[in-house]
């Protein structure tokens, strides 16, 4: 079938791809990497996870609008076949928010110790989920796109570690 893509058990339309499966990762992808390095670096600067949490969630917030309006304003869909600007931008930011807020939460317990383990913890599963949903949907390797995903999260990740200890 060429107008579809075949999933496990699935047949995807290419349209549900490009105009939602992709605006909706490209939104976890950068929520939950390019909030990794304000949020650890505060961490450790400060001591203090609720002051962690509020970076946390001024950069999760912050992305999201401007990750949703990138990608709303980016083209009108109409020669691409995109679809709907708005609601790929709605998509967008939606997925860049929450990618940005998952590891964010941990710091609402107030133990700094507990809050970075789990904080950790939930950037491997946020890493690795975004890592199956372009092996399912984008049809990517999935050992490649794991360790795509894994080394570009972790080098934004020690770089928050590095500039919270300086």
């Known amino acids: 079938m060429a107008n579809h893509l075949s999933t496990n058990q699935h047949t995807v339309q290419p349209s549900f791809v490009i105009q939602k499966v992709q605006p909706a990762l490209l939104g976890l992808m950068d929520g939950s990497v390019s909030t990794l390095a304000p949020i650890f670096a505060t961490a450790g600067l400060t001591g203090n ?5 509020y970076v946390g969630l001024a950069s999760s917030m912050g992305a ?18 995109r679809g709907s600007p708005i609601m790929r931008g709605g998509i967008t930011a939606f997925g860049t928010a929450l990618g940005g807020m998952l590891h964010t939460l941990p710091f609402l317990i107030p133990d700094m110790h507990q809050a970075l383990h789990l904080a950790y913890t939930v950037v491997i599963f946020e890493l690795l989920a975004i890592a199956l949903i372009r092996y399912r949907f984008m049809k990517s390797p999935l050992w490649r796109t794991i360790l795509q995903v894994i080394v570009g999260g972790g080098i934004v990740f020690a770089l928050g570690i590095f500039l919270g200890q300086s």
């Open 64 to 81: 999201g609008v401007s990750m949703g309006l990138a990608e709303a304003l980016s083209d009108d869909g109409k020669v691409t076949g």
């Open 49 to 53: 996870p609720m002051k962690a949490f």
